[in-house]
């Protein structure tokens, strides 16, 4: 089990930045898929960002495609999503989560969550 926390969110305005992070412990996550997805109120959870452990690569959803990047530090245990040019649509809790995923935009490939981190962007 990886215990999972995330931190970084806040108030920001339309085409402001953000820097979200996720700290991990209990194991390490080297070997783990990790990845953020997000859920705006009245919506389903929805992928953003995932770093697959096999093979090293990083996906975006379309929505987030060159306005945002993911890092991660397997020897820090830490995961980054730097979001730029914020719009408002992007408001949502936003979950750091890591699994082994055969379907890696599938929030259900994922059985480690962490509480989540608000992100409100004003018009």
């Known amino acids: 089990q990886v215990h999972l926390v995330e931190s970084g969110g806040g108030l920001v305005q339309t085409g402001g930045s953000l820097k979200l992070s996720c700290a991990a412990s209990?194991?390490?996550?080297?070997?783990?898929?990790m990845a953020w997805f997000r859920q705006a109120p009245g919506k389903e959870r929805e992928f953003v960002a995932v770093s697959l452990w096999k093979g090293g690569s990083t996906n975006y959803a379309d929505s987030m495609k060159g306005r945002c990047s993911m890092a991660r530090d397997d020897v820090k245990n830490m995961l980054y999503l730097q979001m730029n040019r914020l719009e408002p649509e992007d408001t949502a809790v936003y979950y750091c989560?890591?699994?082994?995923?055969?379907?890696?935009?599938?929030?259900?490939?994922?059985?480690?969550w962490g509480q989540g981190t608000q992100v409100t962007v004003s018009s």
């Open positions: 989560a890591a699994g082994y995923a055969s379907n890696w935009r599938s929030s259900a490939d994922y059985d480690n």
């Open positions: 209990g194991r390490a996550i080297v070997t783990y898929d």
